[in-house]
């Protein structure tokens, strides 16, 4: 199943989403210019998108409710599934503003943003972020081969920060968001 490791990320993040409560949302989190509401709000946003350019269709952003996020979040886990189990997806050749992609491509940015995503969420409300290791070491492999230096500057300015050095420890999520530039 093509979607094997996005439906990994999703249960991922929503495992984390499902624990916060609303006296956290004010909260900082490893992304400088967003708190957990924001958070929440980009991820959300970032699956709709993919399933939007996958699928031909504009996505405009929205900015949820808090008591609406985790029924948001299904309904978009449900929809962004769909739209990248559609047939011949992962074979076309998608023009973004940014360039021209395959679906699979697609799959894969939107895999890790939002595996990452619960990464920051889980730092900013205190959660175990030691998130699914199996899929962290995973897409921590491909991040290495996806990630340019190219694609690296400082917040705002590029679409990652400089890598990180994690602990020798650190677990693979950490691992992963050390290499995405996160400080761990």
């Known amino acids: ?13 929503r495992s984390v989403l499902s624990e916060v409560s609303p006296g956290q949302l004010e909260a900082a989190t490893p992304c400088a210019s967003w708190d ?6 980009h991820f959300i946003n970032s699956a709709q998108w993919g399933a939007a350019a996958v699928s031909g269709h504009e996505h405009a952003e929205e900015d949820y409710a808090p008591e609406d996020f985790l029924t948001t979040y299904d309904n978009t886990i449900k929809a962004t599934l769909a739209a990248f189990e559609s047939p011949d997806v992962l074979d076309r050749t998608i023009q973004l503003p940014f360039g021209k992609f395959s679906g699979a491509d697609i799959l894969n940015m939107v895999t890790r943003d939002q595996f990452t995503h619960g990464w920051d969420l889980a730092q900013a409300t205190y ?3 030691d998130l699914d290791p199996d899929l ?4 921590l ?8 230096d190219a694609f690296r500057g400082p917040e705002g300015q590029a679409i990652f920060a400089p890598a990180t050095t994690p602990s020798p420890t650190a677990p ?5 968001a050390a290499f995405l530039g996160r400080l761990c």
Not at 36 to 41: D, G, T
Not at 141 to 148: F, G, K, N, Y
Request: proline residues 5%.
């Open 172 to 176: 693979p999520a950490d691992q992963l």
């Open 136 to 139: 962290a070491t995973e897409l």
């Open 141 to 148: 492999t491909q991040a290495r081969l996806d990630i340019v």
């Open 36 to 41: 957990v509401r924001a958070l929440i709000n």
């Open 127 to 129: 959660h175990p972020a």
């Open 1 to 13: 199943m093509a979607t094997r490791q996005l439906s990994r990320a999703f249960a991922s993040t």
